[in-house]
């Protein structure tokens, strides 16, 4: 019997890549976002692929709208097995140069989005006793950069959020699965309609990744009961720096960061290029940009998802160095 999957910001990027990657086990999936015609392209791509398609125009800053969308795919598709946060929005700027309005939607869609989200699908699952809640996290929810305050500020409240919310799961009893997909930089379509108020179009940090990484990662989060799972080398660097030496990201962020974001191109604006109060109604696919310099393939997301392989292959590297070293000393 196939899976009833919920996936929110599955219009465009990795919630579109998501929607395929499911649609290949033949998924049921209801796919909520607020363009009209990238829903409508996602849907075509899930049929071709051997899923079924149920298309949610959600604004899933409005708790009403998320409710009412919950409700519509399991009166069409049937209980609700696994629901995916993805939806997002964000802000290219400094800090001061962001307008309050601005600031409070690009969080209601990025974090409030992922409350309303886990609310619904929680509250079905935990009458069920049974269900998976994914969370697209970010490597953002443990170290802020510079020109993303919304976003970064919005992906650490999800991290405390879900974990709070996890232990409330635990202290019940219930059979409900939470995982957080914690990831880099991707080509997304995130790039062509974000809001930017910067000279230059924007790029994510290198290196980044083809959304069909995160995807494969969200996918298999949804089915092996792992509370986090890390996608991207930098990723895990930013992690690991921050709890080494936080003053030094500091210094190195505020020397590379601003230009790391901005490619060489003055930005093709225009009303199309900006998403953050009404969508972009075009069909842009699940790709930005990037396809020449974005990764196909992450080997630490590999590896993070088999670590028992990945712990023998470090025993294997330190038994062939120690063996080396003996042999020096003789």
């Known amino acids: 019997m196939s899976d009833v999957v919920v996936i929110t910001g ?23 976002a607020r363009g009209q015609a990238g829903l409508e392209g996602t849907a075509k791509e899930v049929e071709e692929r051997g899923g079924k398609a149920l298309v949610l125009p959600t604004d899933v800053s409005d708790a009403d709208q ?7 795919a399991e009166d069409e598709l049937g209980p609700i097995d696994i629901w995916v946060n993805d939806a997002m929005a964000t802000i290219y700027a ?6 309050p309005d601005e600031y409070r939607r690009a969080t ?11 609310r619904s699908a929680l509250k079905r699952m935990a009458e069920r006793n049974r269900g998976t809640i994914v969370q697209v996290c970010s490597a953002m929810s443990y170290r802020g950069i510079p020109l993303q305050a919304p976003y970064c500020g919005a992906k650490a409240a999800c991290k405390n959020f879900t974990e709070s919310v996890i232990t409330e799961i635990i202290h019940n009893g219930w059979d409900v699965h939470v995982s957080m997909v914690q990831l880099a930089g991707f080509n997304t379509t995130q790039f062509t309609w974000g ?9 994510p940090v290198p290196p980044f990744y083809q959304p069909e990484v995160a995807a494969d990662a969200i996918h298999w989060a949804a089915y092996h009961k792992r509370r986090q799972i890390f996608v991207g080398m930098p990723t895990v660097l930013n992690i690991l720096g921050e709890r080494i030496a936080p003053w030094f990201l ?8 601003f230009g790391s974001q901005m490619t060489k191109q003055p930005l093709d604006g ?3 290029h900006d998403n953050l109060f009404e969508p972009v109604d075009e069909d842009r696919g699940a790709h930005g940009p990037f396809d020449e310099k974005a990764h196909a393939h992450s080997l630490q997301t590999t590896l993070s998802k088999h670590r028992r392989l990945a712990g023998s292959l470090a025993a294997g590297v330190g038994a062939a160095a120690t063996g080396a070293a003996l042999l020096r000393k003789r």
């Open 10 to 32: 599955a219009s465009g990027g990795i919630g579109r890549a998501t929607a395929r990657r499911f649609a290949q086990d033949g998924a049921k999936i209801a796919l909520l």
């Open 66 to 72: 998320v409710e009412a969308a919950a409700r519509a």
């Open 94 to 99: 400094e800090f001061l140069d962001i307008e």
């Open 108 to 118: 209601d869609v990025t974090y409030h989005g992922m409350v309303w989200g886990t």
């Open 195 to 203: 809001r930017t108020k910067l000279p230059k179009q924007t790029k």
């Open 250 to 257: 500091d210094w190195y962020l505020a020397k590379t960061a």
């Open 270 to 272: 225009g009303p199309s």
